[in-house]
């Protein structure tokens, strides 16, 4: 199976960028905590509007991003990186053509 690629903007206040940030490294690090799901990941900060970050995740496959959406809310950092996200601004899962 190929990989699967996320993007996700998020629009997130300066004051809480420093913690969004660390939650979502260790996040990632929840999400391959049993097994490596996601092959790489990066986090971005949009060059004309610093409020605005980005996921791009490099998932295993189709399949782990299922098996991770379901298991959202069991990951210790999830409840507390959303109560410091804004709008999710945009939100996709992309393959490889």
């Avoid at 996320?6 to 979502?24: C, D, G, M, P, Y």
């Avoid at 980005?54 to 999830?78: D, G, I, M, R, T």
Wanted: charged fraction near 30%; charge should be negative; hydrophobic fraction near 40%.
């Amino acid at each position: 199976m190929p990989h699967c690629r996320e993007f996700a903007v998020f629009s997130v206040i300066k004051e809480n960028q420093k913690r969004v940030i660390e939650l979502s490294e260790l996040l990632f690090e929840e999400m391959n905590n049993d097994r490596e799901v996601l092959i790489s990941q990066s986090i971005l900060r949009k060059t004309d509007n610093a409020e605005e970050i980005c996921w791009q995740l490099v998932w295993l496959n189709e399949e782990v991003v299922e098996e991770n959406n379901k298991n959202w809310s069991n990951f210790p950092s999830s409840a507390e990186l959303e109560s410091l996200v804004g709008e999710r601004l945009y939100y996709g899962h992309f393959l490889v053509i």
